[in-house]
């Protein structure tokens, strides 16, 4: 991992500015966002957000604020009276919803047995009905 400047000496700090961040939009009445956090805990990109996520000590604390961020936008999706799209939208691009289908195919090797296997069963009721 490169090397960085760390703002937050150790994770129970960074957790500290999260809950301020997290109480002061609900002071203010405003979502959580993730540019929203990332500003609030004084960084200058989603990046820096990104290098702490990867620092051992710190991981689950940033994965705990994503979460709270992914768990606003879910309680957006059910308020009568508010448009879903934008919350949609957010969820897709954070990552923690995706538009995909799952098509499954049988291995080739499955395919062509099933084929031997119905020829073997006719010829053998074939000959069966031949004597």
């Not at 609900?26 to 959580?32: A, N, R």
């Not at 992914?70 to 957010?90: C, D, H, M």
């Not at 098509?103 to 009721?125: H, N, P, Y």
Request: proline letters at 2%; one cysteine or more.
């Amino acid at each position: 991992m490169a090397k960085y400047i760390k703002r937050y000496k150790d994770h129970e700090e960074f957790d500290e500015a999260v809950e301020r961040y997290v109480l002061d939009c609900k002071t203010d009445e405003v979502p959580l966002t993730i540019t929203g956090l990332t500003l609030s805990l004084g960084f200058s990109s989603r990046n820096s957000l990104n290098t702490y996520e990867k620092d051992p000590e710190f991981k689950a604390s940033v994965q705990r604020a994503r979460l709270l961020i992914e768990n606003q936008y879910e309680k957006n999706l059910t308020q009568r009276g508010v448009s879903p799209v934008g919350s949609i939208f957010a969820l897709k691009n954070i990552g923690a919803w995706a538009d995909k289908q799952t098509v499954e195919l049988a291995a080739e090797e499955d395919f062509f047995s099933q084929v031997f296997k119905i020829a073997d069963d006719k010829r053998k009721k074939r000959e069966e009905e031949l004597g």
